[in-house]
């Protein structure tokens, strides 16, 4: 019956998303929902769907269909151990012999995966329920117990998908404003202050010329000994060729857009020049080279990401995590496999966007104590690079 079967839906549903069991799909006419959960390296997935199906074969076929869509998503299939449980909500069983189905089964995957399907019709409710909370972290195996009568289900129905949707859409609201709290002004305007320098860098001598470079604000280790502290700054406006211009300028609007709007501008702002300086001054103390660019406050943003990733973990690998640790992981990979990149640059700029953003914290969140240790750490990490800059050069 309809009422009944609706009410067995809304009522795991509910009680999943109480459990912390993340919604990462609802059908436009909500009969079916795909949840995850991650607990200690097992991802388990939990399918939903209100459907009834009169023969095994469109059981069977539903059932591969949907574990093929799944495994495309590789964003969701996290962890060493992927459990896909499938839970069909019906007042019919198929016709024919089907329960074969029920045991699980393994998914033909590189990690290891498996399938488990459950089937509560009106006769085995309180069975498959059984199966599944013995499967499933953190589920009440009473759920499914003590059915009350068509007209009060029908009203608990009602309700349930009201306060499902009700906080579904709370959690939507409260992910967009995490991303809300600034516009890429300030991203936009460093674009366009760095592409105007090296126009007149490249118009004046050649972004290329090493002498051009140092006479613009390069830096220059010899220089920076003998006071000339201003090039740890001005370094950060200038590159070396179009090719370095143009992967850099890539990084910084993809990455600072997303961090202007996480941090706001003011924060956005000190992180940025915090992270140059410390990959300006961890250039100083580890290359002697002459250099310049935005990489060391770049890769500062990648650290004020990982710092936001610390703090809204689901929000963080739901949209950049994986990507964005990969995409860190070749830079270093690269950088230490070609001798002409500057690594001193970049890490440093990744840990003092890391520390910057620590020091300014995220929007509504504050911690006083953590926010001055950062402070005073970052001061002593400076002082500390900068001397060991010092005695290189003597």
């Given at each position: 019956m309809y009422v009944t079967e609706k009410f067995k839906l809304m009522k795991i549903l509910s009680h999943l998303l109480d459990e912390n069991y993340r919604l990462i799909y609802q059908s436009k006419d909500r009969d079916e929902y795909i949840l995850q959960r991650y607990d200690r390296n097992h991802n388990h997935i939990v399918r939903l769907l209100h459907r009834t199906y009169d023969w095994s074969n469109q059981l069977k076929r539903d059932l591969e269909q949907r574990i093929s869509s799944i495994i495309k998503q590789k964003r969701i299939l996290k962890g060493k151990h992927v459990h896909l449980h499938f839970i069909y909500i019906s007042d019919l069983v198929p016709v024919d012999n089907w329960e074969s189905m029920k045991r699980s089964m393994p998914v033909r995957h590189h990690k290891a995966m498996d399938v488990t399907v459950y089937y509560l019709d009106e006769l085995s409710r309180e069975e498959e329920w059984s199966r599944i909370s013995d499967q499933l972290p953190d589920v009440n195996d009473q759920l499914m117990l003590n059915m009350p009568d068509l007209e009060e289900q029908g009203q608990q129905s009602i309700y349930l998908e009201q306060s499902v949707q009700a906080k579904l859409f709370k959690e939507k609201k409260?992910?967009?404003?995490?991303?809300?709290?600034?516009?890429?002004?300030?991203?936009?305007?460093?674009?366009?202050?760095?592409?105007?320098?090296?126009?007149?860098?490249?118009?004046?001598?050649?972004?290329?010329?090493?002498?051009?470079?140092?006479?613009?604000?390069?830096?220059?280790?010899?220089?920076?000994?003998?006071?000339?502290?201003?090039?740890?700054?001005?370094?950060?406006?200038?590159?070396?060729?179009?090719i370095h211009l143009l992967m850099n300028m890539i990084a910084l609007y993809y990455l600072g857009e997303v961090t202007e709007k996480i941090y706001g501008t003011k924060r956005f702002l000190v992180i940025y020049f915090i992270a140059g300086i410390f990959g300006s001054i961890a250039s100083f103390a580890t290359n002697d080279s002459v250099s310049a660019g935005a990489s060391g406050a770049i890769f500062g943003l990648f650290g004020a990401l990982l710092f936001f990733g610390m703090h809204y973990r689901d929000i963080f690998f739901k949209t950049m995590g994986v990507n964005l640790m990969v995409v860190i992981g070749i830079n270093i990979v690269f950088g230490l496999s070609v001798p002409q990149i500057d690594n001193g640059a970049h890490i440093g700029g990744l840990v003092g966007g890391f520390i910057a953003s620590q020091i300014v914290h995220l929007p509504q969140k504050k911690s006083p104590l953590l926010q001055v240790i950062s402070g005073i750490a970052a001061i002593i990490i400076i002082g500390i690079l900068f001397n060991m800059g010092l005695a290189r050069v003597k």
């Open positions: 409260a992910f967009e404003k995490v991303f809300s709290y600034g516009k890429s002004r300030l991203t936009l305007l460093l674009l366009v202050i760095n592409i105007i320098i090296f126009m007149f860098v490249e118009n004046s001598g050649g972004s290329t010329n090493v002498e051009n470079l140092v006479k613009w604000g390069a830096k220059f280790n010899p220089f920076i000994a003998q006071g000339e502290y201003w090039r740890i700054i001005t370094s950060m406006f200038l590159h070396i060729g179009l």
